[in-house]
C-alpha cells in the first residue's frame, strides 16, 4: 500500500503542470496505510474568517496559515494544499513565513490560486472618499495618518508624484553648488517658490539627477531646508555628499564618478504645487491624498491603491534552522513601497540599483584612504517586496509581481535549490529579481560574518550557525519568466541582477522594456582588478549560467550597459597537478557560461555581451546580436580568459578601448547583418530561447506584439520577432490572415509575405481597412535623438511612446500611400514640432493642448492628399520640454 501512495503522488506531480493549466484539483485517493502522508486541502478567501478553513468556510490568509502550521505540527510529511479564492488579500502586516510554515521534502506546503482565480496578495489600502477642492481639477480623500509611501497605482498602474521641471517652473539655473547644496539667490523664481512653501514643504522635496553619477546612474536627494535670508538650499545628507563627493580609490578597474555640485536637477518632485494632470501627492502628516485626474478619468470609477507595507512577504529561516518546502502559484503580488530613499540617505546611486548610504567610501574597504567599510563592493542594496532568505526547497511558479515599489523578489543569505518558474515580472520601481547579497563574496572569511549576519537576513540576531559556505547562494534556477517594465522609478535597475552564487542557472527568460542592463552578474566587484590586478578582490561565484535568454529593448533610458553584463570573478580555480598551474579547461567548466542567448534592439548599447571590470572565467558561446548596438561583444579593463565561439553577431567583438585583457579565444563567430532574415539566423537558436523553449510550458501569458520584422524588400517570407507569440497567435497582413506561419518560439515567427508587403502591414491584430497604423516601435521607423517608454498608463497606442529632450531630435519614415497621419501627445509639458514631406517646407505644429490636460495617442497632424507613390515624412523637435510620437497611420 506505501507503493501504491508512492506512485500516485509521482503521477500527480506528472500531471501538475496539466492540472493547472486546466484550472482543475486533482485528489489523491485515501490510501489506508500507517505509512502515506495525509493529504489535506486548505480554504482562504479575502472574508474568510474562523478555523475550519473549509470550502464553504473558509479562513482569512493568515487563519489558513495557523490552520497549515496545527496540521503540520501533527504531521510533518502531510501533503498541504492551501487553495486561495479569488480577491485582494489586503494584509495588514507583512506575511512572515518561518520554518514552522515548512513543508518536507517531497512534500511541500502548497499555497495555490483556486481553479480560475487570481488571487492579490496586497500591501495597500484602497483610497475612498473623494471630494474635489475647488476649481484647480484636483482631488482629495483621506488616508490613515502618517501614511507614507513613494507609490501609487490607479487601475493597476503607477501613476507618477507630483513632478515638474525646473525650467517649466521658470527657474533661470543660475544656482551654485556648495559641499552642503545650493545658493539660489540669483534665481528669483526659484526663490519665490521654495520661499511659498512651508518648513515642513520643503523638507519633501526631491531633486532627481538622470546621469549625474555617470550615465548608467539616476541619484536622487531631498532638500533639508530654505534660507531666505542667505538664498541657501540645505541638501539632505548623508545623501548630498555621497552624490557630489565620494571618495576615490586606488588600482581601481572602474570608475564611481562624483556629480558636480552645481549640477541641477533634472526634475523637481513631491510638492503639492506641482501636481499635474495625472499626478498625486501624499500629505501623509495631514492624512490626505490628492489626485488630479487625467482628462476622461473619473474619481468615483477608479481604483486607487495606496501602498501601506514595504515588506509584503518574508520567508526567512536561519542557517541553523532553514525555512524549507514551500511552493507559491498562481499568486499576484502587488501593492508594496520602498521608503528608504525617502530619507536622508536618498538614493545615491552608484550601479544596477546599488547606492551609498553611509559613509563616501562605503564599501571601498582599504583601497581608499581613509579605508572604507568591507568587503569591497559592499554597498546597500534595495529592499526585496518578496523575500526569502536562509530557505531551502522554495518553488514560486506562475505567479505575477506587479506594482511594487522595491525589487520584486529577492533571494539570498544561504537559499539553496529555489525554483523561481514561469512567472511575470512588471511595473516594478527597481530590479525585477535580486539574487545574492553585497556582504558575502567569502562568507568563508570570518570578519564579513557580523556584516553578512545585519545586511543580508533580517534574522541575524537569532543565528546560531556558524557562518561559512552554508551562506552560499546555491542552486537557484531562473527559468521561462517574463520581466517587462521594471526600474520605473529607479532607471539604473538591470532586470535581473545576480550577486555571488554557485550552480545558478537564468535560462529562457523573456527580458524586455527596460531602463537599463538585462542581466548583470557581478555589479561593482571587478572594480579594482584588471589584466594587471587580477586578484585585488575575490568572491565563491563558480558554475553559473546564463542561457537562451531572449533580451531586447533595453537600455531605453540610461547607457553604459549591455543584455548581459559581469564584472569580477566568476570561477573557482581548478589546478592542474602541480597545484600550481590553472587548468584552463577544467576552470572554464566552472566559469560563467553565456550561451544561446538572443539580444536586440538595443541601440545605444556600448556591448551587447559585455565583459567588464575584472570579468574572467567566461564561455561566450551560441549567442544572437542584432540591432543592439556599436560592438556585439567587448568591454572596459576585464582580466581575461574569455572563450567567444559560435556565436551570431551582426557587430565586432573583442573591443576593449581601455586595457587588454590577458587572453582571449574567438572562433567560429557569424557575422550577419544588422536586420537578419529568417536563412541568416539558425532555426534552432531561436527555437531553444525563450520562455516554453523548453519541457515547461507556461501558465501565464501576455499579449502578442510585434517588435522587429526583417527586411520584405525582394523577400517571401520575413522573421519576425516579438512577445507572446503562441500556437495560436494569428498574423495578418493588413486585414488578411496569414497561413502557414512558422512559430519557432514565444519570441519569433517567420511569416510568408506577398510581393509589396511592408513591414507595417504586418501585425497581430486585423488593421482597419484602407490604412496602416504603425506603432511606434515599427522597425521602418527612424529615430535620432528618441527614446523609449513603456507602460505609462496614459492611453498610449500599444501602451508605449518614443520621446525626445533635445530639440532638433528626429523621426522619420518612408511610407507607400496617399495620406499620413502623426500621432503623438499633446501636454503642457509638450512644444511645437516640425513636419516636413518629401523634403518640402517645415511646417511647424503645436502640441499643448488649449485645455491644459494631457490627451494620448492623438492626431497632431494629417497631411494633405499625396500622389499614390512613396514618400518620406520627418518629424522634428523645436520646444518644450517633450516631443512624444506614437507612431502614424498611412
Known amino acids: 500500500m506505501s507503493s501504491q501512495g508512492s506512485i500516485t503522488r509521482r503521477l500527480l506531480r506528472r500531471l501538475g503542470p496539466i492540472v493547472a493549466a486546466l484550472g482543475l484539483i486533482l485528489t489523491a485517493p485515501v490510501v489506508q496505510s500507517a505509512t502515506a502522508a495525509a493529504s489535506v486541502t486548505l480554504y482562504a478567501s479575502p472574508l474568510g474568517t474562523g478555523s475550519t478553513c473549509s470550502s464553504t468556510a473558509p479562513c482569512s490568509l493568515f487563519g489558513a496559515q495557523e490552520a497549515v502550521r496545527t496540521?503540520?505540527?501533527?504531521?510533518?510529511?502531510?501533503?498541504?494544499?492551501?487553495?486561495?479564492?479569488?480577491?485582494?488579500?489586503?494584509?495588514?502586516?507583512?506575511?512572515?513565513?518561518?520554518?514552522?510554515?515548512?513543508?518536507?521534502?517531497?512534500?511541500?506546503?502548497?499555497?495555490?490560486?483556486?481553479?480560475?482565480?487570481?488571487?492579490?496578495?496586497?500591501?495597500?489600502?484602497?483610497?475612498?472618499?473623494?471630494?474635489?477642492?475647488?476649481?484647480?481639477?484636483?482631488?482629495?480623500?483621506?488616508?490613515?495618518?502618517?501614511?507614507?509611501?513613494?507609490?501609487?497605482?490607479?487601475?493597476?498602474?503607477?501613476?507618477?508624484?507630483?513632478?515638474?521641471?525646473?525650467?517649466?517652473?521658470?527657474?533661470?539655473?543660475?544656482?551654485?553648488?556648495?559641499?552642503?547644496?545650493?545658493?539660489?539667490?540669483?534665481?528669483?523664481?526659484?526663490?519665490?517658490?521654495?520661499?511659498?512653501?512651508?518648513?515642513?514643504?520643503?523638507?519633501?522635496?526631491?531633486?532627481?539627477?538622470?546621469?549625474?553619477?555617470?550615465?548608467?546612474?539616476?541619484?536622487?536627494?531631498?532638500?533639508?531646508?530654505?534660507?531666505?535670508?542667505?538664498?541657501?538650499?540645505?541638501?539632505?545628507?548623508?545623501?548630498?555628499?555621497?552624490?557630489?563627493?565620494?571618495?576615490?580609490?586606488?588600482?581601481?578597474?572602474?570608475?564611481?564618478?562624483?556629480?558636480?555640485?552645481?549640477?541641477?536637477?533634472?526634475?523637481?518632485?513631491?510638492?503639492q504645487a506641482l501636481i499635474g494632470s495625472g499626478q498625486w501627492f501624499l500629505d501623509g502628516a495631514g492624512g490626505t491624498l490628492h489626485y488630479k485626474p487625467s482628462a476622461g478619468q473619473q474619481m468615483s470609477a477608479l481604483d486607487v491603491e495606496l501602498p501601506r507595507l514595504e515588506t509584503l512577504v518574508q520567508g526567512a529561516g536561519t542557517l541553523a534552522a532553514p525555512i524549507h518546502d514551500i511552493t507559491f502559484s498562481g499568486l499576484q503580488f502587488s501593492y508594496a513601497t520602498w521608503n528608504a530613499p525617502s530619507t536622508s540617505a536618498g538614493f545615491a546611486d552608484v550601479q544596477s540599483n546599488l547606492r551609498m548610504t553611509g559613509?563616501?567610501?562605503?564599501?571601498?574597504?582599504?583601497?581608499?584612504?581613509?579605508?572604507?567599510?568591507?568587503?569591497?563592493?559592499?554597498?546597500?542594496?534595495?529592499?526585496?517586496?518578496?523575500?526569502?532568505?536562509?530557505?531551502?526547497?522554495?518553488?514560486?511558479?506562475?505567479?505575477?509581481?506587479?506594482?511594487?515599489?522595491?525589487?520584486?523578489?529577492?533571494?539570498?543569505?544561504?537559499?539553496?535549490?529555489?525554483?523561481?518558474?514561469?512567472?511575470?515580472?512588471?511595473?516594478?520601481?527597481?530590479?525585477?529579481?535580486?539574487?545574492?547579497?553585497?556582504?558575502?563574496?567569502?562568507?568563508?572569511?570570518?570578519?564579513?560574518?557580523?556584516?553578512?549576519?545585519?545586511?543580508?537576513?533580517?534574522?541575524?540576531?537569532?543565528?546560531?550557525?556558524?557562518?561559512?559556505?552554508?551562506?552560499?547562494?546555491?542552486?537557484?534556477?531562473?527559468?521561462?519568466?517574463?520581466?517587462?517594465?521594471?526600474?520605473?522609478?529607479?532607471?539604473?535597475?538591470?532586470?535581473?541582477?545576480?550577486?555571488?552564487?554557485?550552480?545558478?542557472?537564468?535560462?529562457?527568460?523573456?527580458?524586455?522594456?527596460?531602463?537599463?542592463?538585462?542581466?548583470?552578474?557581478?555589479?561593482?566587484?571587478?572594480?579594482?582588478?584588471?589584466?594587471?590586478?587580477?586578484?585585488?578582490?575575490?568572491?565563491?561565484?563558480?558554475?553559473?549560467?546564463?542561457?537562451?535568454?531572449?533580451?531586447?529593448?533595453?537600455?531605453?533610458?540610461?547607457?553604459?550597459?549591455?543584455?548581459?553584463?559581469?564584472?569580477?570573478?566568476?570561477?573557482?580555480?581548478?589546478?592542474?597537478?602541480?597545484?600550481?598551474?590553472?587548468?584552463?579547461?577544467?576552470?572554464?567548466?566552472?566559469?560563467?557560461?553565456?550561451?544561446?542567448?538572443?539580444?536586440?534592439?538595443?541601440?545605444?548599447?556600448?556591448?551587447?555581451?559585455?565583459?567588464?571590470?575584472?570579468?574572467?572565467?567566461?564561455?561566450?558561446?551560441?549567442?544572437?546580436?542584432?540591432?543592439?548596438?556599436?560592438?556585439?561583444?567587448?568591454?572596459?579593463?576585464?582580466?581575461?580568459?574569455?572563450?567567444?565561439?559560435?556565436?551570431?553577431?551582426?557587430?565586432?567583438?573583442?573591443?576593449?578601448?581601455?586595457?587588454?585583457?590577458?587572453?582571449?579565444?574567438?572562433?567560429?563567430?557569424?557575422?550577419?547583418?544588422?536586420?537578419?532574415?529568417?536563412?541568416?539566423?539558425?532555426?534552432?537558436?531561436?527555437?531553444a530561447a525563450g520562455t516554453g523553449s523548453g519541457s515547461f510550458t507556461p501558465v501565464l501569458s501576455v499579449p502578442a506584439r510585434i517588435f522587429y520584422v526583417s527586411p520584405t524588400a525582394n523577400a517571401t517570407e520575413v522573421l519576425v520577432a516579438g512577445e507572446g507569440f503562441g500556437p495560436a497567435t494569428p498574423v495578418y497582413i493588413g486585414t488578411t490572415p496569414v497561413a502557414n506561419v512558422t512559430r519557432l518560439s514565444s519570441g519569433f515567427m517567420i511569416v510568408p509575405i506577398p510581393a509589396g508587403t511592408s513591414a507595417g502591414q504586418i501585425s497581430v491584430t486585423p488593421q482597419v481597412p484602407g490604412t496602416i497604423r504603425l506603432n511606434d516601435n515599427d522597425s521602418n521607423i527612424s529615430y535620432s535623438g528618441y527614446a523609449y517608454a513603456d507602460g505609462r498608463s496614459y492611453g498610449d497606442h500599444q501602451n508605449d511612446v518614443h520621446y525626445a529632450t533635445a530639440n532638433g531630435s528626429t523621426a522619420s519614415l518612408t511610407f507607400t500611400g496617399t495620406r499620413v497621419t502623426v500621432y503623438g501627445e499633446q501636454n503642457t509639458d509638450q512644444g511645437n514640432i516640425g513636419i516636413s514631406i518629401d523634403g518640402g517646407p517645415q511646417q511647424v505644429v503645436s502640441t499643448v493642448p488649449s485645455d491644459g490636460v494631457r490627451h494620448a495617442n492623438v492626431a497632431v497632424y494629417t497631411s494633405g492628399p499625396l500622389s499614390s507613390g512613396r514618400h518620406t515624412i520627418v518629424v522634428t523637435k523645436l520646444s518644450g520640454q517633450y516631443s512624444t510620437l506614437d507612431g502614424f497611420t498611412v
Open 71 to 271: 496540521q503540520l505540527a501533527a504531521e510533518a510529511s502531510a501533503d498541504v494544499t492551501v487553495l486561495l479564492a479569488d480577491g485582494v488579500y489586503r494584509l495588514s502586516k507583512t506575511w512572515a513565513l518561518g520554518p514552522a510554515d515548512s513543508g518536507t521534502p517531497g512534500h511541500p506546503v502548497v499555497w495555490r490560486a483556486a481553479p480560475g482565480a487570481r488571487p492579490v496578495i496586497s500591501g495597500a489600502s484602497q483610497v475612498t472618499g473623494w471630494t474635489q477642492r475647488g476649481s484647480s481639477g484636483v482631488w482629495s480623500a483621506p488616508v490613515p495618518g502618517s501614511s507614507n509611501s513613494r507609490q501609487l497605482y490607479i487601475d493597476g498602474r503607477k501613476v507618477p508624484v507630483a513632478q515638474a521641471t525646473p525650467a517649466s517652473l521658470g527657474f533661470r539655473g543660475s544656482w551654485t553648488g556648495t559641499s552642503t547644496g545650493y545658493t539660489i539667490s540669483g534665481d528669483q523664481a526659484a526663490m519665490a517658490w521654495f520661499g511659498s512653501l512651508t518648513a515642513s514643504q520643503v523638507a519633501g522635496v526631491e531633486f532627481g539627477y538622470p546621469g549625474g553619477n555617470g550615465p548608467w546612474t539616476e541619484s536622487r536627494c531631498r532638500v533639508a531646508s530654505f534660507s531666505a535670508a542667505a538664498g541657501t538650499l540645505r541638501m539632505t545628507q548623508p545623501c548630498w555628499t555621497n552624490v557630489t563627493a565620494r571618495a576615490s580609490y586606488a588600482q581601481a578597474s572602474g570608475g564611481l564618478p562624483s556629480m558636480s555640485p552645481h549640477t541641477m536637477p533634472a526634475r523637481i518632485e513631491n510638492a
Open 359 to 687: 559613509a563616501n567610501n562605503q564599501g571601498m574597504c582599504g583601497f581608499s584612504n581613509p579605508a572604507g567599510s568591507c568587503p569591497w563592493g559592499s554597498l546597500t542594496q534595495p529592499l526585496a517586496n518578496v523575500s526569502f532568505t536562509a530557505a531551502k526547497n522554495i518553488t514560486l511558479t506562475g505567479n505575477r509581481f506587479a506594482g511594487l515599489g522595491g525589487a520584486g523578489l529577492g533571494v539570498m543569505y544561504g537559499a539553496t535549490n529555489t525554483l523561481i518558474q514561469g512567472n511575470e515580472f512588471t511595473d516594478i520601481a527597481s530590479t525585477a529579481i535580486l539574487l545574492g547579497c553585497t556582504y558575502d563574496p567569502l562568507p568563508t572569511n570570518p570578519s564579513d560574518a557580523a556584516g553578512i549576519k545585519q545586511n543580508c537576513t533580517p534574522n541575524g540576531a537569532n543565528e546560531t550557525a556558524a557562518i561559512g559556505t552554508n551562506e552560499i547562494l546555491t542552486g537557484t534556477t531562473v527559468a521561462d519568466n517574463v520581466i517587462h517594465h521594471i526600474g520605473t522609478d529607479y532607471s539604473s535597475a538591470s532586470g535581473i541582477t545576480l550577486l555571488f552564487s554557485q550552480r545558478t542557472t537564468i535560462t529562457r527568460n523573456n527580458l524586455y522594456d527596460l531602463p537599463y542592463t538585462g542581466i548583470t552578474a557581478g555589479v561593482i566587484q571587478g572594480h579594482v582588478n584588471q589584466a594587471t590586478t587580477p586578484q585585488n578582490t575575490t568572491n565563491i561565484n563558480s558554475s553559473n549560467t546564463i542561457s537562451n535568454n531572449i533580451l531586447h529593448d533595453y537600455l531605453s533610458v540610461r547607457s553604459d550597459g549591455g543584455a548581459v553584463y559581469v564584472e569580477g570573478h566568476q570561477a573557482q580555480y581548478v589546478y592542474q597537478a602541480d597545484g600550481t598551474t590553472i587548468d584552463p579547461v577544467k576552470t572554464l567548466a566552472k566559469g560563467l557560461q553565456v550561451t544561446g542567448n538572443i539580444a536586440y534592439n538595443g541601440p545605444t548599447t556600448n556591448f551587447t555581451y559585455y565583459n567588464d571590470a575584472g570579468s574572467e572565467w567566461i564561455n561566450w558561446q551560441g549567442n544572437i546580436a542584432f540591432r543592439a548596438g556599436d560592438k556585439s561583444h567587448g568591454g572596459c579593463s576585464p582580466t581575461g580568459h574569455f572563450w567567444i565561439t559560435g556565436n551570431y553577431f551582426s557587430a565586432g567583438i573583442q573591443s576593449y578601448p581601455c586595457a587588454q585583457p590577458v587572453d582571449t579565444h574567438a572562433s567560429g563567430n557569424t557575422t550577419i547583418p544588422a536586420t537578419p532574415r529568417p536563412t541568416d539566423l539558425p532555426n534552432a537558436l531561436l527555437r
